[in-house]
Every structure is written in structure tokens, then in C-alpha cells.
T-cell receptor, first 115, second 114 residues
Framework: AQTVTQSQPEMSVQEAETVTLSCTYDTSESDYYLFWYKQPPSRQMILVIRQEAYKQQNATENRFSVNFQKAAKSFSLKISDSQLGDAAMYFCAYRSWGAGNMLTFGGGTRLMVKP | DVKVTQSSRYLVKRTGEKVFLECVQD?????MFWYRQDPGLGLRLIYFSYDVKMKEKGDIPEGYSVSREKKERFSLILESASTNQTSMYLC?????????????FGEGSWLTVV
């Protein structure tokens, strides 16, 4: 079974600085998708960024980018120019046909942004 | 705009009660999901449905059942609530197709069983 691990339960960053959240996963498949979701205190889960395993180029969405290392099964999220509104729980997730097309989540990282 | 609505945000129920958590989506999505969220454990899949009247067990189905009589509505049922079912419950939906499709989430239902 696929597993997703987020080793940092909590992280903090100074406003305007850069922070990287870590995620590793375990799979024997070659084709899959990885996601980062953000869950602010309002609890609405929002998709931040997605990466297809077959694409070598790292995905980027404005201030959010990923470092996808397929061989190492690592998928970290970098947030540049951190803003107060970035404070939230961040979840790494995996999805593939082989996993029944279901999302498998990591345990989450709580990000605090200091003004 | 995409909308997944969970009608009850906060519930307090007694042990042994039957509990219904309702979820409605307005995007005509075939796939619907119920997740449970606990600190440190992330989200764990309880049940999912890929069509009306169809359901599949997820990772933690014990103590739960589901109902999908209409495409837009997916209900989670706790037949006899227990204190270890105190948790945040998240409903989600998506179009059918590959794993790249976006899954949209509701705001969550916080259930406390006393």
C-alpha cells in the first residue's frame, strides 16, 4: 500500500521569508500524481499544487513550487515570500490508478507565519 | 464556482445515537468521498462512491455506512456513535477519470460524541 510521510508536524517562518515543507512517499508504481493541499483555520481544504510523476519539470504556482525527486520519492513544497495568509495545515497527498484512484494523505504540517 | 456543502458544521451526539452527516455537491460529479481527519494522522478514507447507489470501502469503514440515492448527495451514517468516532469529517467530490482530476472538499463537520 502507498504511504505518505510528512516528518515535520510544525514549521514556522518569518513573513517574507522562504520555507520548505517536506514529504516522502512509498510506492512501487511509476505513474501517479502528487498534491499539496492547504487547510486554513476555516477548514476548507484547497489544492495548492499538483505534480504528475511522468513530468520531470517541477510544478510552480505563483509563490509555491515543488522539488520533485522521483528516485528518492521526495516531494517538498517551497513557499516563497511567505504571507500571513499562508498560515495553515499543509497536507501532502498521493493518487494513482493502482491505488484505486484514491487520495492518500500524509499526517500534515502546521505552518505558522510570524509577522 | 465549485461547491461541496456539509450541512452540519458542529454536532454533539450521545454514545449509541444514530448520526447522519450530509454532503451535497453542485458540480454534477460522479465521485464522492468521506474522509475522517485526526491530528497527526492526516485524512483517512472511510467510504467512496463512484455513482448513484454504488459504494466502496475505504481504509477505515468499520462503524460507518453510507448512502447515495442521488448523484449530488452522499450521506455518512454512524449506526451507533461511539466516543472514538469524535473527529472532523470531510466530504469531497471529483469528476471521474484519472488521478490528476482535482478533488474538491467541503468545510468539514466536527462531531463530538459524549
Amino acid at each position: 500500500a502507498q504511504t505518505v510521510t510528512q516528518s515535520q508536524p510544525e514549521m514556522s517562518v518569518q513573513e517574507a521569508e522562504t520555507v520548505t515543507l517536506s514529504c516522502t512517499y512509498d510506492t512501487s508504481e511509476s505513474d501517479y500524481y502528487l498534491f499539496w493541499y492547504k487547510q486554513p483555520p476555516s477548514r476548507q481544504m484547497i489544492l495548492v499544487i499538483r505534480q504528475e510523476a511522468y513530468k520531470q519539470q517541477n510544478a510552480t504556482e505563483n509563490r509555491f513550487s515543488v522539488n520533485f525527486q522521483k528516485a528518492a520519492k521526495s516531494f517538498s513544497l517551497k513557499i516563497s515570500d511567505s504571507q500571513l495568509g499562508d498560515a495553515a495545515m499543509y497536507f501532502c497527498a498521493y493518487r494513482s490508478w493502482g491505488a484505486g484512484n484514491m487520495l492518500t494523505f500524509g499526517g500534515g504540517t502546521r505552518l505558522m507565519v510570524k509577522p | 464556482d465549485v461547491k461541496v456543502t456539509q450541512s452540519s458544521r458542529y454536532l454533539v451526539k450521545r454514545t449509541g445515537e444514530k448520526v447522519f452527516l450530509e454532503c451535497v455537491q453542485d458540480m454534477d460529479h460522479e465521485n464522492m468521498f468521506w474522509y475522517r481527519q485526526d491530528p497527526g494522522l492526516g485524512l483517512r478514507l472511510i467510504y467512496f462512491s463512484y455513482d448513484v447507489k454504488m459504494k466502496e470501502k475505504g481504509d477505515i469503514p468499520e462503524g460507518y455506512s453510507v448512502s447515495r440515492e442521488k448523484k449530488e448527495r452522499f450521506s455518512l451514517i454512524l449506526e451507533s456513535a461511539s466516543t472514538n468516532q469524535t473527529s472532523m469529517y470531510l466530504c469531497a467530490s471529483s469528476l471521474p477519470g484519472g488521478p490528476g482530476n482535482t478533488i474538491y472538499f467541503g468545510e468539514g463537520s466536527w462531531l463530538t460524541v459524549v
